[in-house]
């Protein structure tokens, strides 16, 4: 099968500046671009950025009119006009009027539902910004979002109550190989054991990776040992314990739960002593 291919590999833009210096300030402190190379001789001075995705727009007059129209207001471009996009238009505005940016208009919510905002750099060139409207989430951000208000509603702000809406009916959790899964039931009790052995508990998220149906937490569970846990008795101990668990969901809510505390740095916190059995071959 072949694979279809450009005539064009990589798009060059190259300007040709008076006032190199100024102008490399602008891009890289206004802009906050990143020098992908440097060219530095008696012959002269270049910098190379890269921008991302490039294309080439063609323009005839009446359309040049009309977009100059939306961003500004009247005509004022000229042959060449860039077009960047940014994610924060506001932000990016402010950065290249501080760097000697002339700004032709403030930003404009353009008919395509786009916010954009025409600039002119030190050199003359004029300069669209342009900010797209978010687009919808996807199903994994969606996944992701939910499980954020799990650990919310039902850990940090201790609401019980608000379990059902995030654990599905046929929910189950896997704590070990040799272990029967939890139920929906079995989750309620063990939820309501560690608040009442730590009821000051407090999950530190390190990272929320996302995928499909699937959901991956990396945390640190931090609590002061006030109630009896495994058996052992209060301590007042402060607790910090690694959490690493993996999730699936299914229309909206969680169904299968993997994963869990380290339950023997916790006990060892707690001073209890761990010794091991005898080995098998």
Not at 96 to 113: K, N
Request: charged fraction near 25%; charge should be negative.
């Amino acid at each position: 099968m072949s694979v279809p291919t450009s005539p064009i590999l990589e798009l060059r833009v190259a300007l040709t500046s008076d006032d190199y210096k100024s102008l490399l300030k602008f891009y890289t402190e206004g802009l906050g671009l990143e020098p992908a190379a440097l060219w530095t001789s008696d012959q002269g001075h270049a910098v190379l950025f890269e921008l991302g995705k490039a294309t080439v727009e063609l323009f005839d007059q009446a359309h040049a009119d009309s977009v100059d129209r939306i961003e500004v207001g009247r005509r004022v471009s000229g042959p060449v006009r860039f077009a960047l996009q940014v994610p924060d238009l506001d932000a990016a505005v402010e950065r290249l009027v501080s760097h000697g940016a002339l700004l032709l208009h403030p930003p404009v919510t353009t008919p395509w539902g786009d916010r954009n905002a025409r600039l002119q750099d030190p050199d003359g060139l004029q300069i669209t910004l342009f900010q797209t409207p978010p687009g919808p989430p996807t199903p994994a951000e969606e996944n992701k979002t939910i499980l954020l208000k799990y650990i919310d509603e039902v850990w940090h702000k201790n609401n019980p109550a608000a379990v059902d809406e995030f654990l599905a009916p046929d929910y189950r959790r896997y704590t070990s190989p040799t272990a029967e899964p939890l139920t929906l039931a079995g989750q309620k009790q063990r939820l309501a054991g560690f608040r009442a052995a730590f009821p000051d508990i407090h999950l530190e998220i390190a990272d929320v990776l996302a995928e499909g149906d699937r959901v991956v937490l990396r945390s640190t569970i931090r609590g002061t040992h006030l109630g009896a846990f495994q058996g052992i008795p209060p301590t007042g101990h402060r607790v910090y314990v690694s959490l690493l668990d993996a999730f699936r969901f299914k229309d909206g809510k969680i169904v299968e739960h993997w994963g869990g505390p380290d339950l023997l740095d916790l006990v060892q916190q707690l001073g209890a002593v761990v010794t091991t059995g005898p080995s098998r071959e």
